[in-house]
């Protein structure tokens, strides 16, 4: 039986995944979270043969702190998602114009050649 985290963070990934910039999208994203949910170097609980409650407690701890370094891929993966469409906009419409900028930059210009000029 799965932990209920273990459930929510993978259930987050998928809805994370459906944006994810790769070729396979969502695919790719299901079978690299199920590959890293299964593979027991990720989350190397201790047996607990005698229901032991201070083997559970830690038990726990160690999932949880599983959970969080998921959460954090989680994070990652949605600031992919946004530099790959902020990437996107910006290619397609361009740098934009920064008027204010523009202007400030041509009046310092000015003033420079001013002082140079006196």
Do not use: F
Request: glycine share 6%; aromatic share 6%; proline share 4%.
């Amino acid at each position: 039986m799965i932990h209920p985290l273990v459930r929510d963070l993978y259930k987050r990934a998928l809805i994370v995944g459906k944006d994810y910039p790769h070729p396979d999208g969502l695919d790719y994203v299901r079978r690299k979270w199920k590959e890293a949910l299964r593979d027991p170097q990720n989350c190397q609980l201790i047996p607990n043969d005698n229901n032991d409650v201070d083997v559970a407690k830690e038990n726990e701890r160690i999932i949880r702190k599983a959970v969080g370094k998921g959460r954090y891929v989680i994070r990652e993966m949605e600031g992919t998602i946004q530099l790959k469409k902020y990437r996107t906009m910006r290619r397609r419409y361009g740098q934009g114009l920064d008027i204010t900028g523009e202007a400030r930059r041509i009046n310092d210009s000015l003033n420079d050649l001013i002082k140079r000029v006196k």
